[in-house]
């Protein structure tokens, strides 16, 4: 009985001891063995391992692609510029050594990555305008902004794949400010295209009526001239009539001058009939 405890016992030590010696790395990680707090060694290969049991214990880090996305931040460009630039960053952690013996932890990392990226960010934008941010040379910058986090993220054992900035927009103050001010330019200019407008409509409205003018004067002149050919045409015409038959003439004349006496309401006449207007009433023509 006492041997079957014995072995009992040192089955159940040999199991601990397994199970202390062994540890596994799984494909998106990476392994460093410490003993006592000393790193020892770097595990990149997945798979079983195997450290001294209860000297030596492991810290994992993840090797896959990380992504960064720290806050917006206020950059302040070289022409006095202020922008809101939201920046994000892609990053592998390739020297788990390095790594560990100057951020220890993924957390630590992260923050003293995004002090290298916004401290970078505001050094390099800090050298050029909006203008040229705005132009063909962004992608330079971008580049810049780049490797001085390359250079940085090295010191601590990671290696950045890209940094890109994913929007950069102005202060909500100054985008204030802006609209105000173009609001009040769109106004000066509304006003002065309808002070030209009233402009061109009263020299529009001068040159109509100075033509409507000249027209009816125009008009009237040849309406004058016309009915003058018109008079002297009929007075040509009856003084022609007139001496082709005078007494026919004469009993037309008086016709006209009865109809017109004549057709007038509440009008009397008083005329006495041997009277020489009513000659043409007293028999046939002699």
Do not use: C, H
Request: aromatic share 8%; hydrophobic share 40%; no cysteine.
């Amino acid at each position: 009985m006492k041997n079957l405890q014995y072995i009992l016992g040192i089955g159940l030590i040999g199991a601990v001891v397994l199970l202390s010696s062994a540890y596994i790395v799984k494909q998106p990680e990476q392994a460093l063995v410490l003993q006592f707090g000393e790193p020892m060694r770097v595990v990149k290969d997945a798979g079983l391992k195997f450290k001294v049991p209860f000297i030596q214990n492991t810290v994992f880090y993840d090797k896959r692609l990380l992504n960064l996305d720290p806050p917006a931040q206020e950059v302040i460009l070289n022409d006095k510029k202020r922008l809101d630039v939201d920046s994000f960053t892609r990053y592998r952690i390739v020297d788990p050594l390095k790594f560990y013996q100057t951020v220890r932890t993924e957390t630590q990392a992260r923050s003293k990555l995004e002090e290298i990226v916004n401290s970078s960010v505001r050094k390099v934008l800090g050298r050029v305008t909006l203008q040229e941010l705005l132009s063909q040379q962004r992608k330079q910058i971008m580049s810049d902004i780049s490797e001085a986090v390359k250079k940085d993220a090295a010191q601590i054992g990671v290696d950045v794949a890209e940094v890109r900035i994913r929007r950069a927009d102005l202060p909500i103050e100054v985008l204030q400010a802006i609209n105000d001010r173009m609001k009040s330019e769109r106004d000066r200019e509304a006003k002065e295209f309808r002070a030209q407008g009233q402009q061109a409509a009263q020299q529009i409205r001068a040159t109509a009526d100075k033509e409507r003018t000249i027209i009816i004067a125009e008009a009237e002149k040849q309406a004058q001239e016309l009915r003058g050919q018109g008079d002297q045409e009929a007075t040509s015409l009856w003084n022609k009539a007139a001496n082709a038959d005078p007494r026919f003439y004469a009993f037309y004349r008086s016709l006209e001058a009865y109809r017109k006496a004549l057709a007038q309401e509440n009008n009397s006449l008083v005329l006495s009939p041997e009277s020489e207007f009513f000659k043409y009433f007293k028999g046939a023509l002699n």
